[in-house]
Every structure is written in C-alpha cells, then in structure tokens.
C-alpha cells in the first residue's frame, strides 16, 4: 500500500549547520508530496508542496526536490536557525475516485541549540 | 482569508460526559479531518468527511462519532468521554490534498 517514512523521530543540531530531514514514500499512483511544519503549541501549516515540473518549492530559507525515481522528498535548509526548531511532517497525496487521499509520515523534531 | 475555525480552544470534562468538538471552515472545501495529537506523537486520523452526510473511518475511529450537515461544519462527538481521550484535537479541511489546520482544541478528561 501508499506510505511515507520519516527515518529519523529526533534530529538536534547546532545553529548555522546544514538541515536535511529524510522523506520517503511508496505509491502505486501519481502523488504530490508535502511537507508541514509545527512550532510548540501550533497547529501544522503547510511548508512546502511538490510541483509536477520538477521545479524546487522553496519557503523561509527551506528547500526540498521530489526525486520519482528513488521515491525521496527530503527538506533541506543550508543554515539551521533557533527558530526552525519544530515538529516536521512528511505528507502523501493523491487523487483517487474523485476525491484526495492523504497520508502523514511520523513527524520529525528539529531542536536547534545556540 | 482562508480559515478553519474549532471550538472551544479549551475543555475539561469528567470521565462519561459527552463532549462535542466543533469545525467550522470557510474555503468551500468538500474534504474535512479530525485527527488527535497525543504529546511526542504524530496526527493520528479519526474520521475523514468527504462532504455532508458523506463520512469515513480513519486509523482510530472508536469512541468517537462525526457527523456533517453543512459543507462549512464538521463535528466530533464522543459519547461519554474516557481519560485516554484526552488530547489535543484538530480539525483540517483541504483542497487538492493540501490541508489547512484548525488551531486545536485541548480536551481534558478528568
């Protein structure tokens, strides 16, 4: 069946360094991958989305690239800020007899330190 | 502005109350969710509405019942409450899979 994994549960990183939180997923369909960001005591909201033309969404400094071929969407961002600490959802859509399914992947924590 | 609404934001109840969660959205969207967030854990879907009257089971739907009348209102009811159904619960409505949340409401039973 569709799924999404998110590898790593806990990612804690010094401010300045590199981010990179791995997506994967498995799907029979053409799907469209996201990625959602939750600050303590938020509700998710939409971070990035794939587009279908291999162009590469970027939002608040963060990046990510769909790669169909080895069924990857990881967020990236070139310096980590105290501020991205935050829950990070991976999510899986797709259209399927006239309505959209979606699947959400563990989560990932991002904890930031100075 | 597009927006999901819930209410209330806050509620205690005591074990074997009934508890109504409201959803209100103002986007037109045909597709509403419920999900539960217990602390270190992800979203876990209860229920998915696909429009009125038009409801579906999700991972962790006993205990909880739903129910659309309107387009813009999606409830969640739990007919007498129990303790591990205190959480923090949100709403989402979504267009072409991409969901917009509600700010939660954080359920205490006592």
């Known amino acids: 069946g569709d799924s999404v994994t998110q590898t790593e549960g806990l990612v804690t990183l010094t401010e300045g360094l590199p981010v990179m939180l791995n997506c994967t997923y498995q799907?029979?369909?053409?799907?469209?991958l996201f990625w959602y960001v939750q600050h303590l005591n938020e509700a998710p909201k939409l971070l990035l989305k794939?587009?279908?033309?291999?162009k590469r969404p970027e939002h608040q400094g963060f990046h990510a690239t769909l790669h169909k071929s080895s069924s990857s969407f990881h967020l990236q961002k070139s310096s980590a800020q105290l501020s991205d600490s935050a829950l990070y959802y991976c999510?899986?859509?797709?259209?399927?007899?006239?309505?959209?399914?979606?699947?959400f992947g563990s989560g990932t924590q991002l904890t930031v330190m100075p | 502005d597009m927006k999901v609404t819930q209410m209330p934001r806050y509620l205690i109840k005591r074990m074997g109350e009934n508890v109504l969660l409201e959803c209100g959205q103002d986007?037109?969207?045909?597709?509403m969710y419920w999900y539960r967030q217990d602390p270190g854990l992800g979203l876990q879907l209860i229920y998915i509405?696909?429009?009125?009257?038009?409801?579906s089971e999700g991972d962790i739907p006993k205990g909880y019942r739903v129910s659309r009348k309107k387009r813009e209102h999606f409830s969640l009811i739990l007919d007498s409450a129990k303790t591990n159904q205190t959480s923090v619960y949100f709403c989402?409505?979504?267009?072409?899979?991409?969901?917009?949340f509600g700010p939660g409401t954080r359920l205490t039973v006592l």
């Open positions: 794939s587009f279908t033309d291999n």
């Open positions: 989402a409505s979504s267009s072409r899979g991409e969901q917009y």
């Open positions: 999510a899986l859509t797709w259209a399927s007899s006239g309505s959209w399914q979606l699947i």
């Open positions: 986007m037109s969207h045909e597709t």
């Open positions: 799907s029979t369909y053409s799907p469209f």
């Open positions: 509405s696909y429009d009125v009257d038009s409801n």
